[in-house]
């Protein structure tokens, strides 16, 4: 799907106030040809509306201040119950590695150390996009 157009969702946290780091990657990820709608949200509730309303194909989660695990159990029903069962979902943040795979049976595609560069999740977005459901 390297050459389709790639369309993502890359939420933050609203009380979260870093942003340095999800506007690199999304920087990187429009320079890899993709279109990022760059949105803060209060709830999981929000996510599955911007994504609806959107039309993504994948949902990239920036979390920088904890909850990931309480956002990853709310977030996959709530997309499975909308018919988003083909939308790919990732996170990085600042998200403990004993918790990836975890959050993998939960359903969240692939979980993204801190500071890798953004071509790296550029790429894997391209290698799978399309090819993933959510069980």
Known sequence: ???????????????DVHGRASKLIARELRDAGME????RFGTVDDIVTAAIQ????VIAL????????????KLIPALKANGMTDVLVIIGGIIPEVDFEELEKIGIHKCFISGLPG???AEYIKE???KVSLR
């Open 1 to 15: 799907m390297s050459n389709q157009h790639i369309k993502v969702l890359l939420a933050k946290k609203k009380i």
């Open 36 to 39: 990022v709608v760059y949105f």
């Open 54 to 57: 959107e039309d993504v194909n």
């Open 62 to 73: 920036s979390i920088m201040t904890s909850g990931h695990m309480l956002i990853a159990k």
């Open 119 to 121: 071509e790296t999740v």
């Open 128 to 130: 799978n996009v399309g």
